[in-house]
């Protein structure tokens, strides 16, 4: 470290910079609206890399507002360590390593078009880091200007692509989507009208995809404000702000709402912008779940803390996409994968760490596409080689999931891999089997994952497995509900 705190030395020094060119009245003002403290203590000393960097765009005027506002934030509340950069060397996999999220401030244009440094990011998110975007975050990766796509993973990984807009002072009414939704919070359960330039995102944005937590209220809006910059309509009528997701065990993070420099010296703003920065960081629990998914199981399966997942049974030739065609088709989910499993009639390769990248990105995004996530991976049989165990385990953790670890099966020695294992908790065929240690209430902080073991190989299985998933939805309504077993 050197210079000014929260700087790297060179070649990453040079955005830091952007603060000192700030005017003293804007910083005194971020200072007074920035919050007193983090909303959860960090589990751990937590780092935030802020990338700034343009191309083909002279960049939005709130970028250096942006990037003091969270630097001090962080200092100020002690929840973060701030690291500026424009380099895209950053995002070497040896130097990412060393942030648990990414923030990428209103960068517009193809910020870098090596596919290692592409790889390095997305493998960095899928594996369990933290993404953050605001505004013109939703056309990164794109050939600026125009927005003509060059990275379409990234826009699936983020959530939403695109930049059409009104007035850069459109007033619009918010509603909260999620009202109680912990990145909400600063908001106390009530909607406000606000005055920004509002992007009206499209595909890959569905909430088949991502948890809406703010939108544009359409009843309470002239959503015909000013001449409008490209499409400004959408057939469905809706029109979000701000949401989260998973990508693998990614936590991302993307909000519109960061176009004047004065969003980032309104408090309301930056509590909002704190809860969410923890939250990528990996301190402050959310759940994540689409919001076109919140059936009433699900939300009572978010609230006792309990995740289930479709699984392969030991003596099942489904390949790991059957698999995940199967989850979606039963609603479900979370989906688990095994080493013996090939991936899919086209992919003929063992489910392991010897796939290819190409492979890998096949994977990511036929989850994607069933709307699924992966959640456990079995390793059938467990090496005895303690090298080879660090490897399969190192491979679950790069797609995304924890090993599952059958009842007295040897767990590694290893403890930096502890954190991977996954106890195997198999959905009861009655009510009463559901054991009573393993039901209790943990919350999303600290969930139960519930396997469900399918074959395949023929419709008993089929009907059996239906029968599992309806006992263990009304057993978590039940519950949930304040009911016992």
């Given at each position: 470290m050197a210079g000014a705190a929260g700087v790297f030395a060179v070649p990453w020094v040079g955005?830091?910079?952007?603060?000192?060119?700030?005017?003293?009245?804007?910083?005194?003002?971020?200072?007074?609206?920035?919050?007193?403290?983090a909303f959860v203590q960090p589990r751990k000393p937590r780092r935030l890399l802020i990338f700034e960097l343009n191309v083909g765009y002279g960049g939005h005027g709130s970028i250096p507002t942006a990037s003091l506002a969270f630097t001090l934030m962080g200092q100020k509340t002690g929840a973060f360590e701030t690291v500026i950069s424009k380099d895209p060397s950053v995002f070497e996999p040896e130097n990412l390593k060393k942030f648990d999220a990414v923030f990428f401030n209103n960068t517009v244009g193809n910020l870098f078009?090596?596919?290692?440094?592409r790889q390095s990011l997305v493998e960095f998110v899928y594996g369990g880091g933290g993404l953050m975007g605001v505004h013109g975050t939703t056309v990164a990766f794109t050939y600026w200007p125009g927005a003509r796509e060059d990275w379409p993973e990234f826009g699936i990984m983020l959530g939403g692509r695109g930049a059409n807009h009104r007035d850069s002072t459109e007033h619009v009414f918010i509603k909260l989507d999620d009202p109680d939704h912990p990145v909400n919070q600063p908001f106390g359960g009530k909607g406000f009208d606000y005055r920004d330039e509002f992007f009206r995102v499209h595909e890959a944005y569905s909430r088949d995809r991502v948890r809406v937590l703010l939108s544009i209220d359409t009843e309470k809006t002239d959503m015909?404000?000013?001449?409008?910059?490209?499409?400004?309509?959408r057939a469905d009528n809706d029109y979000a702000l701000a949401w989260v997701r998973n990508y693998g065990r990614g936590r991302v993070f993307y909000c519109t709402i960061a176009h004047n420099p004065y969003v980032f010296w309104d408090p309301k703003m930056l509590h909002f912008y704190l809860a969410a920065t923890q939250f990528a960081l990996g301190d402050l629990s959310a759940s994540t779940t689409p919001s076109a998914k919140l059936t009433p199981?699900?939300?009572?399966?978010?609230?006792?803390?309990?995740?289930?997942?479709?699984?392969?049974?030991?003596?099942?030739?489904?390949t790991l996409?059957?698999?995940?065609?199967?989850?979606?088709?039963?609603?479900?989910?979370?989906?688990?994968g095994c080493n013996r499993q090939k991936v899919s009639a086209g992919i003929q390769k063992s489910f392991d760490g010897r796939l290819s990248s190409e492979d890998?990105?096949?994977?990511?995004?036929?989850?994607?596409?069933a709307g699924v996530r992966l959640l456990t991976y079995r390793i059938d049989p467990m090496p005895s080689d303690k090298v080879e165990t660090r490897r399969m385990f190192e491979f679950a953790g790069k797609m995304g999931a924890r090993v599952l670890i059958r009842?007295?099966?040897?767990?590694?020695?290893?403890?930096?891999?502890?954190?991977?294992?996954?106890?195997?908790?198999?959905?009861?065929?009655?009510?009463?089997?559901?054991?009573?240690?393993?039901?209790?209430?943990?919350?999303?902080?600290?969930?139960?994952v519930f396997t469900i073991e399918f074959t395949g190989d023929g419709t008993g299985s089929m009907d059996e497995v239906t029968k599992r998933i309806e006992l263990f939805n009304n057993l978590a309504i039940k519950m949930a509900n304040g009911g016992g077993l």
């Open positions: 955005a830091g910079r952007a603060h000192a060119a700030l005017e003293s009245d804007e910083r005194q003002r971020i200072e007074a609206a920035i919050p007193a403290k078009q090596d596919p290692g440094l015909n404000q000013g001449a409008p910059r490209g499409n400004c309509t199981a699900i939300r009572a399966q978010e609230k006792l803390g309990w995740q289930l997942t479709l699984v392969p049974a030991p003596s099942s030739e489904l996409f059957e698999t995940i065609d199967k989850a979606a088709e039963l609603g479900l989910l979370y989906v688990g890998l990105q096949q994977i990511r995004l036929k989850l994607d596409t009842d007295g099966e040897k767990l590694p020695a290893d403890s930096s891999l502890r954190d991977l294992v996954c106890p195997d908790v198999p959905v009861p065929g009655k009510e009463t089997d559901l054991p009573l240690d393993k039901a209790s209430r943990r919350g999303p902080g600290n969930p139960i």
